[in-house]
């Protein structure tokens, strides 16, 4: 009897065992391909980055005003609550925007959007479908494309391309909505000449109810404000490779020494490109120095 007790215990405990190495395999196989996924996305955003600099530039952008855009969409997306995935397609959405203008004569691109005749406008408002169209074939980009398709209606439906009102509209293309139009606003896009920060809040107020939903709207108003009152107090540390720590965030762009740019503002470190900056600086044999938040990890 005690035989085949003690027998049964051993079996047990090798069961207990061996279930307990499963438990934690799988625990650092999810580990790995959490971090490969996030490295593959991390890698897909800065390829979308480069080719949107392309057709930014011909809308009047500069790289920097374009990454600018991507990160406060995505920064207000996170204010609302919605999750990092969302964040995510938003940014790529913010990164894209501009893409169905390459399609757009030059002189359409040229006049705030307010001073266009009539027939110019006609061929002004087909930029987000066409951008839809170019993307549709990359199933990666789908919902990208879809806020993109989406992002210039207005809530009372006096948009375009489509003409739909915000309850046929996604809440992600409102948010670009908003954020989009703000930074047009900034850079003399959508009226005559560049608003100051004052004015910019006071024509989102302004259009409540015929360009947005007074509640997201405010929500914008509340989020811009606090937003420029953190860039105001935000502080930054210079450091090189060797003192970065992964999940640092970059606050400026980092470019070589060539003016191509290696990594944009906003992006946040990881191992593997924390070695990679080191690498760089070994071959330049000097430090590749970086401007990051304080104290972000």
Known sequence: MNTQIDALQKALARERKARKLAENLLETRSRELFHSKRELEESYAATVEVFSNLFGARSGRSPESLRRLGRETRSFAAHIGLPAETQRHLYLAAMLCDLGKLAIADELLLKPLMELSDDEKQQFVLHPLLAHESLIALPPLEIASEIVLQHCEHFDGGG???GLNWNETSLESQVLCLSKDFDGLTRGKIVHGELTSLEDIKFIEGHRGDRYDYNLADRFIEFMT???????????????????????????????????????????????????LASISKRRQRDVMLYVESGAN
């Open 160 to 162: 375009y391309p489509l």
């Open 226 to 276: 606090t937003h420029r009152e953190q860039l105001q107090d935000l502080k930054e540390q210079r450091l090189a490779p060797g003192s970065l720590v992964a999940g640092m965030i970059l606050t400026r762009d980092l470019k070589n020494d060539e003016g191509v740019l290696i990594l944009p503002a906003g992006r946040r470190l990881s191992d593997a490109m924390i070695r990679k």
